[in-house]
């Protein structure tokens, strides 16, 4: 089945212990990317990746880490995490910048 | 970055109403999509729209790109318990830029 995986679905963590959120893809898409969903504000994209070792920030990178060093995984790294990261993270990938994207089921971070 | 003004933010309807929501931007995308998230889920993609002027049905869902490029809206027509959930526009500039997303439309259907 096509689908985008994301681990873990749910994180509490305290403020400043790094974690990493893993993203999986097993379609081929070229095109990853990371937003962040909090009430009032919608979807705003962190960091994406047009292809491996190629990444770029987002609307609102500051305060995590992406890397892409092979095509179908793309994590994504908070180094020192804070309260108001708290939030629904959402991995995605398509084919291409755009079309179709396939979402994940997302992870519920909580910073303490 | 770029905004996108979605509205309404919120629909109280009654079941085997129709229902109409839009997105305006202030600038001009190639493409514009509409997803559907359900609770404790991901977005999942309604309907693409690649073609100024394009009208695109999905069911009882139809779409239509604006011809300006800066808007785009959602109808669903008679709507029914598993319609609610919250309904998000996206505009792409480029075929080679991200997506930007609306802050959603909160669809809640009364029986």
């Known amino acids: 089945e096509a689908q985008v995986t994301q681990n873990p679905r749910y994180l509490i963590t305290v403020t400043g212990k790094k974690l990493t959120v893993t993203c999986s893809q097993n379609?081929?898409?070229?095109?990853m990317s990371w937003y962040r969903q909090d009430p009032g504000l919608g979807l705003r994209q962190i960091y994406y990746?047009?292809?491996?070792?190629?990444?770029d920030k987002g609307d609102v990178p500051e305060g995590y880490k992406v890397s892409r060093k092979e095509k179908r995984n793309f994590p994504l790294i908070l180094e020192s995490p804070s309260p108001n990261q708290t939030s629904l993270y959402f991995c995605?990938?398509?084919?291409?910048?755009?079309?179709?994207?396939?979402f994940g089921s997302g992870t519920r971070l909580t910073v303490v | 970055g770029q905004q996108l003004n979605q509205s309404p933010q919120s629909m109280f309807i009654q079941e085997g109403e129709d229902v109409s929501m839009n997105c305006t931007s202030s600038?001009?995308?190639?493409?514009w999509l509409w997803y559907k998230q359900d609770p404790g889920e991901g977005p999942v993609l309604l309907i693409a729209?690649?073609?100024?002027?394009e009208l695109t049905s999905n069911g009882r869902l139809t779409a239509q790109f604006g011809i300006t490029r800066k808007d785009s809206f959602l109808n669903i027509s008679a709507s029914i318990p598993s319609d609610v959930g919250i309904y998000f526009c996206?505009?792409?500039?480029?075929?080679?830029?991200?997506?930007?997303f609306g802050k959603g439309t909160h669809l809640i259907i009364q029986p």
């Open positions: 995605a990938s398509s084919w291409t910048g755009g079309n179709g994207y396939t």
């Open positions: 379609m081929n898409h070229e095109y």
């Open positions: 990746s047009m292809n491996v070792e190629v990444t």
């Open positions: 600038s001009i995308f190639n493409t």
């Open positions: 729209l690649y073609k100024a002027g």
């Open positions: 996206a505009g792409q500039p480029g075929g080679a830029d991200g997506l930007t």
